[in-house]
C-alpha cells in the first residue's frame, strides 16, 4: 500500500514515551497544544488536505472527526457547513473550547458508539501513532484491527475515511496497510506529501468502502 521512500524518526516522540496518551496530555502539556495558535493551523492545513483527498458531494456530509483532541478540525468541517461528530478518549480536551456544534463525545475510536452507516466520512489527523505503535505486540494489533472495523463499519457505503498520521517508519507503514487490508474489506491508499523533506512531509491513509 506505500510508496518507497526512506525515513526513520530517530529521535523517542511522546507516544513511545508514554503507554498511555492520558498521561501524556494532561496539565500544562494538554493546555500548550489546545492553545497553541501554530498547532492549529497546522491541523487545519491537514484537514484541508484530508477533505480533498475524500473528494465529498455533499456539502451536508456527517464526518466523524476521531481523536478529535481540542476540536480543532471538527470545528473548520462545521465552519465550511458538514455536520460533524467528534470523539476522543481525553474529557479535557472535548471541554476545553465550546464545541456543542461538533457533537463532542468521549469514546475510544477503536470501539465507537455508533449505528452501522451513520456517517459519509471519517477524518482522523494526528492520532494513530498512538493506537499502533509497536510491531511485536498483540494487543496493539488488536486494537488497530478493532479500529479498521469500527470504521468501516459506521461508513456509509462507497464512503471513505481519511487517517493521517505519524508513523516512525516504513515498516510500521506496511504492517498498517496489510493489517487493514487483511482484516477488513476496504481498499486504499497512502498519499505522501512532501516525501522528500521530513520536516513537511505528511502521510494520509486513504481508505474505500465499497
Ligand atoms: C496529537 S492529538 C491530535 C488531536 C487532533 N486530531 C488534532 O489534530 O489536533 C492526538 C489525539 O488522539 C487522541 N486519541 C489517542 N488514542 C485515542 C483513542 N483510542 N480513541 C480516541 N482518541 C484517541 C488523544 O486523546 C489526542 O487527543
Keep these: 500500500m506505500s510508496d518507497n521512500f526512506d525515513f526513520d524518526i530517530k529521535r523517542k516522540r511522546p507516544e513511545e ?12 502539556i494538554l493546555e500548550q497544544y489546545a492553545t497553541s ?3 492549529m493551523k497546522m491541523q487545519i492545513k491537514i484537514t484541508i488536505r484530508a477533505l480533498e483527498l475524500l473528494n465529498l458531494r455533499k456539502k451536508d456530509s456527517l ?6 483532541g481540542p476540536g480543532f478540525t471538527a470545528t473548520y468541517l462545521n465552519k465550511i457547513g458538514y455536520e460533524t461528530v467528534a470523539i476522543d478518549l481525553i474529557p479535557e480536551f472535548l471541554n476545553f473550547y465550546d464545541i456543542k456544534e461538533s457533537n463532542p463525545i468521549v469514546s475510544d475510536m477503536c470501539f465507537t458508539p455508533f449505528k452501522p452507516q451513520t456517517f459519509d466520512a471519517v477524518i482522523s489527523i494526528s492520532s494513530l501513532q498512538w493506537i499502533y505503535k509497536d510491531l511485536n505486540s498483540a494487543v496493539m ?16 457505503s462507497k464512503s471513505k475515511a481519511v487517517i493521517q498520521f505519524y508513523p516512525k517508519n516504513k515498516e510500521f507503514l506496511d504492517s498498517i496497510g496489510k493489517i487493514i487490508i487483511d482484516n477488513t474489506k476496504f481498499s486504499g491508499n497512502f498519499i505522501i506529501d512532501n516525501p522528500k523533506n521530513p520536516k513537511k512531509r505528511k502521510i494520509y491513509l486513504l481508505l474505500n468502502k465499497t
Design 17 to 28: 514515551i508514554y503507554n498511555d496518551v492520558l498521561d501524556y496530555f494532561r496539565g500544562e
Design 37 to 39: 495558535k501554530s498547532i
Design 63 to 68: 464526518i466523524l472527526d476521531a481523536g478529535t
Design 141 to 156: 494489533k488488536n486494537q488497530l484491527i478493532s479500529l479498521a472495523k469500527a470504521f468501516y463499519t459506521i461508513l456509509k
